[in-house]
């Protein structure tokens, strides 16, 4: 899963949702300066992720794109199922996708000393660009597909999987829907979110 999913499944913890978006980058357990909430949204990140790689839905999703995109097929799933959840997210959220987003993108700036290097480079772009609320769209997600593709050294062009997730749109989203019910429950039982 990607940002707005991890974000989302921090449950309105503010400190959760830190961890869970500078886990990518934080090496190993080098957890100096964080807070011991920011510390268990790392966690949680990390449980998130081995949760969604092992789990048979997003694979079946994943397979999609995994003869064209090899090694880049999770990276796209991981986006395309925020896609899903953007579209969504009035089924998950009493907040309109829009308010959402403000409201991490605050959390985020009102914690911005907390933000290792990578991560503030990102928020800078994802606040530019609204990147949380236009992943609802499929010109978004193309538009997220491209930037990222300049930032792979051999310039693997990852928007060029847009015309697969048009063809099997309906299919993706059905699995999106019974893959995130499980990673839901799966979280609701974890200790970081014990007591919210």
Same mark, same amino acid.
């Not at 079946?60 to 925020?82: A, Q």
């Not at 060029?160 to 799966?186: G, H, N, R, S, T």
């Given at each position: 899963? @990607?940002? &707005?999913?991890?974000?989302?499944?921090?449950?309105? @913890?503010?400190? +959760?949702?830190?961890? @869970?978006?500078?886990?990518?980058?934080?090496?190993? @357990?080098?957890?100096?300066?964080?807070?011991?909430?920011? %510390?268990?949204?790392?966690?949680?990140?990390?449980?998130?992720?081995?949760?969604?790689?092992?789990?048979?839905? $997003? &694979?079946?999703?994943?397979?999609?794109?995994?003869? #064209?995109?090899?090694?880049?097929?999770?990276?796209?799933?991981?986006?395309?199922?925020?896609?899903?959840?953007?579209?969504?997210?009035?089924?998950?959220?009493?907040?309109?996708?829009?308010?959402?987003?403000?409201? %991490?993108?605050?959390? &985020?700036?009102?914690?911005?000393?907390?933000?290792?290097?990578?991560?503030?480079?990102?928020?800078? $772009?994802?606040?530019?660009?609204?990147?949380?609320?236009?992943?609802?769209?499929?010109?978004?997600? #193309?538009?997220?597909?491209?930037? +990222?593709?300049?930032?792979?050294?051999?310039?693997?062009?990852?928007?060029?999987?847009?015309?697969?997730? #048009?063809?099997?749109?309906?299919?993706?989203?059905?699995?999106?829907?019974?893959?995130?019910?499980? &990673?839901?429950?799966?979280?609701?039982?974890?200790?970081?979110?014990?007591?919210?």
């Amino acid at each position: 899963m @990607n940002y &707005l999913a991890h974000s989302y499944l921090s449950y309105k @913890n503010p400190e +959760l949702i830190i961890g @869970n978006f500078i886990a990518d980058s934080i090496q190993g @357990n080098r957890f100096e300066g964080l807070t011991e909430g920011m %510390v268990s949204g790392i966690r949680l990140h990390r449980k998130i992720d081995t949760f969604t790689d092992s789990h048979p839905v $997003y &694979l079946t999703s994943k397979h999609r794109f995994s003869k #064209e995109f090899d090694k880049y097929s999770g990276v796209l799933m991981d986006i395309i199922y925020d896609h899903y959840l953007a579209k969504n997210f009035h089924l998950y959220s009493e907040l309109s996708l829009q308010e959402y987003a403000t409201s %991490v993108y605050l959390l &985020l700036e009102d914690h911005y000393q907390y933000l290792p290097e990578h991560a503030k480079r990102f928020y800078g $772009y994802m606040t530019e660009r609204n990147i949380l609320f236009h992943y609802s769209s499929l010109d978004g997600i #193309e538009s997220v597909l491209t930037h +990222l593709s300049h930032r792979i050294r051999n310039r693997f062009e990852l928007q060029k999987a847009v015309p697969i997730l #048009e063809k099997e749109y309906l299919e993706i989203e059905e699995e999106f829907f019974l893959f995130f019910d499980d &990673l839901q429950a799966f979280c609701k039982i974890q200790p970081e979110l014990s007591g919210l």
